[in-house]
Nanobody
Framework: QVQVVESGGGLVQPGGSLGLSCEASGVVFSIYFMGWYRQTPGKQRELVASITRGGSTNYANSVKGRFTISRDNSKNTVYLQMNSLKPEDTAVYYC?????????WGPGTQVTVSS
């Protein structure tokens, strides 16, 4: 089983930057996918960005050019650097880690973009 813990998040002004981290622990040798999702009240959880073990990335159109996902396989950690933040980026951000044996989610971390 894989455990997932997010860190980072908080309050930032529009146009600002924020970084999120997500560390996986437990049975991590078979992890093939790490991603960030976000959710606002009344809406479905949506994919923000993802990265495979080989380094292939995928981004939501709304964050392309502003967000960057990266991972450190040696630390089983995935990062999300968010720049040029907009109020519409406000959401709870969740880390998702998929392995051969498990599909795990973190508890989520709040990101609020407001002046």
């Amino acid at each position: 089983q894989v455990q997932v813990v997010e860190s980072g998040g908080g309050l930032v002004q529009p146009g600002g930057s924020l970084g999120l981290s997500c560390e996986a622990s437990g049975v991590v040798f078979s992890i093939y996918f790490m991603g960030w999702y976000r959710q606002t009240p009344g809406k479905q959880r949506e994919l923000v960005a993802s990265i495979t073990r080989g380094g292939s990335t995928n981004y939501a159109n709304s964050v392309k050019g502003r967000f960057t996902i990266s991972r450190d396989n040696s630390k089983n950690t995935v990062y999300l650097q968010m720049n040029s933040l907009k109020p519409e980026d406000t959401a709870v951000y969740y880390c998702n880690v998929r392995s051969v044996y498990d599909d795990s989610w973190g508890p989520g971390t709040q990101v609020t973009v407001s002046s």
